[in-house]
């Protein structure tokens, strides 16, 4: 939600914050704008729109001043509009912010009955008067944006430009992620890492409460009371390429295409020599030893959530212990009974979704032990956590997953078999069935990759459609639902997934000739089952796309088309099967017009509630 990127050293700092709204802009894309100093003051382009219609309002302009904030925005308060995007700016202060000001309607009312006036319907602007009133009163510009944050409730992560300290910015963070990153005689502001590593790889995160001063060649950081504090830098290790589209038309299908080579590099981490062993690093081992957990809970958003679904049969299969899942914006309010012995697990691809981040912390509150199972490095997620699994996927630029899932997927059987190996709850015969099946699943991708263009041609055959329903029994069922959330989110098309064994008690209401109707199955114990539903779709008209694996030949009924993936153990066959399903949603895109890479109201990280 939102990207936040500034820049303080001795550059023109518009090429530099371009680049870095560029690659923050699946954050959030709806409008853009930006603030740097130009002889007298402030200079700010805002517009509605993406990066690229910032670019083209700036045209040649080029700035006297080396220091500027920069803003792409996904809406809270207000409507998307020049009006509200940001840099805010009120009597010579900007501000750019990600996040929302619980009590900004008292503040702004307070403020009106000073005489204050907006301009727009944001929570933000509350804050540049606040800063602004501070200031009037003469205090130094990092004093007023720190006392101006203590009159404010809700999360933020924030830089700040003051016309009155023209070489200077500030940043502070509560309950929103921003790093730091620290160059020669430069420092950069971003809300995550991955737009940090063109300019630099030493970075330093920001908690909670912290304000940050920065000057060409210092930094000092004090918390909300004023009391200086201490963060270590650290050198991020940047082992991926930069979020290019490498040829591909959009990141989405240039990623779906690279989970074989993504989930290799996943596996590379924790089966580094033999096909057939899965080793966890030691402090893994320690960890699960001291913890002993009687149950495990996995929470998460969204695809994310089906991961964790998908991981409930992998763990009760592997480990023989009880496993809920639960929704991360559900659980952290019920609120959820935990103890020392329940292992809360919460998955996150960019570690820094709101609600996922919550859950942890109520977890915490608990004293329950937190495994993350996160992507990106240093995240609120992996910082926060007791013990954090990374997927190793890469950066995953496109707003619908894709390599991020099947890369949480590979982490749910690798801590599930490695951990078998202190449990000893799997014949070890079987341990190594599930090790070996899972180390040929890259290449296996690879061929249920060829699906391609018959995807292609359904997406063009169905691209009038209203409506789809996805139907999976066991390991499957998780794969219906991402299935029909990715046709959601890319296509704007109606999606229903289902457990087929439920269809029966209502959503079979919704099949006739006019409903196309994708059925997964593979050779499992619940193929028979699975056969009966194909049935009882086609008794009634729907169109089936079957997506199952090779060894199943004939179908009890004739279907629109079988779309095959190749056969493997039944606990892995989830990372093939969505495959298809991921390209269908792809197409029904592209063949729909849209921009597959930002999809309408949505952001790749839901950093707010
Ligand atoms: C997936 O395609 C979605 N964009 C979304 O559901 C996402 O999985 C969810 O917001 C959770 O994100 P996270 O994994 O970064 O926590």
């Not at 200077?168 to 929103?176: E, G, I, K, Y």
């Not at 935990?338 to 809360?344: A, G, K, M, R």
């Not at 910082?383 to 954090?388: A, G, L, T, Y």
Request: charge should be negative.
């Amino acid at each position: 939600m939102c990207g936040i990127f500034a820049y303080l050293g001795w550059r023109n700092p518009i090429p530099i914050l371009l680049e870095g709204l560029s690659l923050l802009q699946y954050r959030g894309y709806d409008s853009a704008g930006l603030a740097v100093f130009h002889e007298t003051g402030l200079h700010r382009f805002r517009c509605k729109g993406t990066i690229h219609d910032l670019r083209v309002a700036i045209g040649d302009f080029c700035p006297k001043g080396q220091v500027g904030i920069a803003h792409t925005r996904w809406a809270t308060h207000g409507t998307p509009s020049e009006l509200n995007a940001h840099p805010h700016m009120v009597s010579g202060v900007a501000i750019v912010h990600n996040g929302i000001i619980e009590n900004h309607f008292e503040l702004k009312s307070k403020l009106l009955d000073t005489g204050a006036r907006f301009e727009s319907e944001t929570d933000t602007e509350v804050l540049c008067h606040l800063v602004a009133a501070e200031l009037s009163i003469g205090r130094r510009f990092f004093d007023a944006v720190r006392e101006s944050l203590r009159k404010v409730h809700g999360s933020y992560a924030l830089a700040v430009m003051s016309d009155r300290e023209p070489d200077v910015l500030v940043a502070a963070r509560n309950d929103s992620p921003l790093v730091i990153g620290i160059g020669e005689k430069e420092f950069y502001i971003s809300s995550d890492v991955t737009a940090l590593l063109p300019f630099t790889n030493t970075v330093l995160f920001l908690e909670d409460g912290d304000v940050a001063l920065l000057k060409r060649e210092s930094i000092e950081i004090q918390n909300l009371a004023g009391s200086r504090v201490e963060r270590s830098t650290r050198v991020i290790h940047d082992e991926f390429s930069p979020a290019e589209c490498h040829g591909y038309a959009h990141f989405m299908l240039k990623e779906i295409y690279e989970q074989p080579f993504a989930l290799k590099r996943t596996l590379s981490h924790y089966m580094p020599d033999r096909n057939d062993l899965i080793g966890l690093p030691d402090d893994c081992l320690e960890f699960f030893e001291q913890v002993e957990p009687k149950r495990l809970v996995c929470v998460a958003c969204g695809t994310s959530y089906y991961a964790c679904l998908e991981g409930k049969f992998v763990l009760e299969h592997t480990l023989k212990i009880p496993v809920e899942v639960d929704l991360a914006s559900e659980f952290r309010y019920r609120p959820p009974l935990l103890d020392p012995q329940s292992l809360v697990i919460l998955v996150s691809q960019s570690g820094e979704t709101a609600d996922t981040v919550g859950a942890l912390r109520e977890a915490k509150r608990q004293e329950a032990p937190t495994l993350g199972v996160c992507n990106v490095p240093g995240s609120t997620l992996a910082r926060e956590c007791d013990f954090v699994f990374y997927t190793h996927a890469g950066p995953e630029i496109g707003v619908a997953s894709t390599k991020a899932f099947t890369s949480q997927l590979a982490a749910f059987v690798v801590l599930a078999v490695g951990w078998s190996a202190i449990r000893k709850a799997l014949a070890p015969d079987r341990k190594r069935e599930i090790a070996r099946g899972l180390a040929e699943i890259p290449h296996l991708m690879e061929h249920t990759l060829k699906l391609d263009s018959r995807m292609r041609a359904l997406s063009e055959q169905f691209s009038t459609a209203q409506n789809f329903l996805y139907l999976g029994r066991g390991p499957l069922y998780p794969i219906a639902l991402e299935g029909a959330l990715k046709l959601k989110e890319v296509s704007y098309v109606h999606a229903e997934g289902c457990p087929a064994g439920e269809i029966k008690h209502g959503p079979i209401a919704l099949v006739d000739e006019n409903m196309p109707v994708f059925i997964l199955a593979q050779r499992d114990h619940l193929l028979p089952k699975v056969l009966n539903n194909l049935q009882e779709i086609h008794t009634r008209g729907g169109q089936i796309l079957a997506v199952t694996d090779h060894s199943i030949e004939s179908l009890s009924c004739p279907v629109v088309d079988q779309l095959k993936f190749p056969v493997t153990d039944w606990l892995l066959g989830a990372f093939l099967a969505v495959i298809p399903l991921q390209l269908f949603a792809y197409y029904m895109a592209v063949v729909r017009g849209l921009d597959v890479d930002k999809p309408r109201n949505l952001a790749k990280s839901v950093t707010v509630e």
